[in-house]
């Protein structure tokens, strides 16, 4: 009985083309069974399946760490073996470091066995190998460089000293069936988390539609359920990352395709629930204004730098009657409705302009600043332009078809200009383009300077 480190082989000629092709054979088997198998364990099960006659075995085994004692190993799933020890292997376990199967999951490395008969320290193994007609195996680590979850152990019917090539082979098997099963416990993760999620949001909707009557015991649980949603919502994106990342071995383009947009979907939920957190927050007046001095031009730059970059074939620009306008108000929620009002007027601009204007304005006869966002795009009709602040609500026709959305952004954007003691009102030609201007006062309201402003007290 011998060890066989991992090894390549290079060179020209017939056997190079046959060891290249044997290489690619393996690792297609390993990405079909990757790709169609829903578990590790389906895994195992199918790329064995493949792999041993493609080694040219009598059979083969995958033996994994007993999740009940990690000391012993046990069967996964068995290929060719004779039906007759179908249930002596399911009975059967392995201490790590015995045999060569647990001696290649305790050491880390091939244990290779050219004639099990002729070792004496395999006494032990030599009435099962007659019994099963095996006469030399191989038996290779699965994991990683640093932990051994089990062993891929082939076995032969005949003698067999394995030459470098076949080491190589198998030793690539071993490697790619481990990546494969690393990346299939991954997605099994993920499955577990969406499924959670999909199981709370039920909760949430069954639980909704009983205390519909209750407003406020309504907006209490939204409140403390999107608190909730978030992480599990966090740990999928965090799994996906590392999955777009290569922590956990190169994805082929397909994968990268479907775990990308797994990514975007969550991404899009965890927006949804952000805005649903500060919708309930406005509503059970627990969003109180911190008024600070600040520039009201600064503020649209920086909110188009949130927004994001505009379409390609759309102009951007912020304008200003003068280089600073400065203002007394809460800078962080006044940049997060400008914010909003610019990431919908990039969605529906397909071409043409968005425009910033940053002007004073009057507000109850008091100074105040006014931002005027207007766009080119998809306009939107009389009937619609005020049930758009609505919650939940989205203009009907084409734009519900072309463009997506909650329906939640522009009532956060309106009770949010509500609490900063302001307004925001539309503009729109349909088809030809809209103008949200958001007005708030320049300095604090009198009323306001011997109490914190909320939004209970603020409608």
């Not at 590790?40 to 009940?68: I, Q």
């Not at 939920?269 to 919708?279: I, N, S, T, V």
Request: proline letters at 3%; a negative charge.
């Amino acid at each position: 009985m011998g060890t066989a480190p991992a090894s390549g082989s290079e060179g020209e000629g017939p056997a190079s083309a046959s060891l290249r092709q044997r290489e690619l054979d393996v690792a297609r088997e390993i990405a079909h069974a990757f790709l169609t198998a829903n578990s590790t364990v389906e895994v195992y099960r199918l790329a064995l399946a493949r792999l041993t006659p493609l080694v040219n075995a009598s059979f083969g085994s995958v033996f994994l760490r007993d999740h009940a004692d990690v000391t012993l190993l046990k069967l996964a799933c068995a290929q060719n073996w004779p039906q007759s020890s179908a249930r002596y292997l399911g009975q059967l376990r392995i201490r790590v470091g015995r045999g060569p199967t647990g001696q290649a999951v305790a050491k880390r490395t091939a244990v290779e066995v050219a004639d099990v008969f002729a070792d004496t320290t395999l006494r032990e193994w030599w009435e099962p190998a007659r019994e099963l007609g095996f006469v030399s195996l191989i038996s290779l680590p699965l994991g990683s460089a640093s932990h051994a979850d089990g062993a891929l152990t082939f076995y032969f019917a005949e003698r067999r000293a394995f030459a470098e090539d076949e080491r190589h082979l198998l030793h690539l098997a071993a490697e790619q069936l481990a990546a494969a099963t690393r990346r299939t416990a991954r997605m099994e993760e993920l499955r577990r988390e969406n499924k959670e999620l999909r199981a709370e949001r039920q909760e949430l909707r069954a639980e909704l539609a009983r205390i519909a009557d209750l407003p406020r015991t309504r907006d209490e649980f939204q409140a403390n359920m999107s608190h909730e949603l978030r992480t599990p919502l966090t740990a999928i994106l965090g799994y996906s990352d590392l999955l777009l990342s290569g922590q956990a071995g190169e994805l082929e383009p397909r994968q990268r395709t479907l775990i990308g947009r797994a990514d975007a979907a969550a991404g899009v939920q965890l927006r949804l629930l952000d805005h649903l957190l500060e919708l309930t927050q406005l509503k059970l007046g627990r969003s109180e204004v911190r008024h600070e001095a600040g520039d009201a031009v600064e503020l649209a730059r920086q909110a188009a730098e949130l927004a994001g970059p505009p379409p390609q074939r759309v102009t951007f620009q912020v304008v200003s009657e003068a280089d600073t306008l400065p203002l007394v108000t809460d800078g962080e929620k006044a940049r997060g409705v400008l914010r909003q009002l610019l990431s919908n007027a990039f969605k529906f601009t397909t071409s043409g302009t968005v425009q910033v204007r940053v002007r004073e304005s009057l507000l109850e006869a008091r100074r105040a600043i006014a931002w005027d966002v207007s766009d080119t795009g998809a306009g939107i009709s009389d009937s619609q332009q005020e049930h758009i602040f609505d919650e939940f609500r989205q203009v009907d026709g084409s734009s519900t078809r072309l463009y997506d959305g909650t329906g939640i952004g522009l009532a956060v954007a309106r009770r949010t200009a509500v609490l900063l003691g302001g307004t925001l009102t539309v503009q729109s030609v349909l088809g030809k383009g809209s103008k949200f201007v958001l007005t708030v006062p320049a300095e604090i309201p009198d009323d306001d300077n011997d109490k914190g402003v909320t939004a209970e007290n603020a409608e």
